[in-house]
């Protein structure tokens, strides 16, 4: 019972994901690979790749990958056209074209590649190739191409 109430929460919070990236205060361009470290949420849209750090905590909801490896522990369910990873401790490697990746927790780890946008919430530090700052606590959006 607890297990399906805690799947249930995770899907809320990242179901919440998607209207959050519409009030994005801020925009940065930049070039080469993403790298971000926060507390917060955070969601990739890219044709390229994701590679997500699981630390334990928080939950990673992965979309439209066309290869998807996760090496590590926690709860992994096929949820709502993807595959949601609850508390994973390990890594999850994402990619495809149309690869959307939403994660939520205390901290949250990711470098992406190849062309798209981030939306960064929260508190943290990102850097490309060409950029790097702090997130915001009211929303930071990032494009990168290689």
Partial sequence: MKKRVFI???????????????ASAKTVEGTGTLWARGAGIAKVHSDGSVKVRGCGVGTV?????????????????????????????????????????????????????GTGWAYLRGRGRYHTDSAGGEWSPDG?????TP
Wanted: some cysteine; glycine content about 14%; overall charge negative.
């Fill in 61 to 113: 909801w992965v979309k439209g990958a066309e290869c998807l490896e996760a090496h590590g522990v926690g709860i992994r369910r096929e949820v709502a056209g993807g595959v949601l990873f609850i508390g994973w401790w390990g890594k999850i490697v994402a990619s495809g074209e149309e690869l959307t990746v939403r994660m939520a927790g205390g901290l949250i780890e990711f470098t992406a590649e």
């Fill in 8 to 22: 249930l929460v995770a899907v809320a919070v990242l179901a919440s994901l998607a209207l959050t990236t519409v």
């Fill in 140 to 144: 930071i959006t990032i494009y990168f």
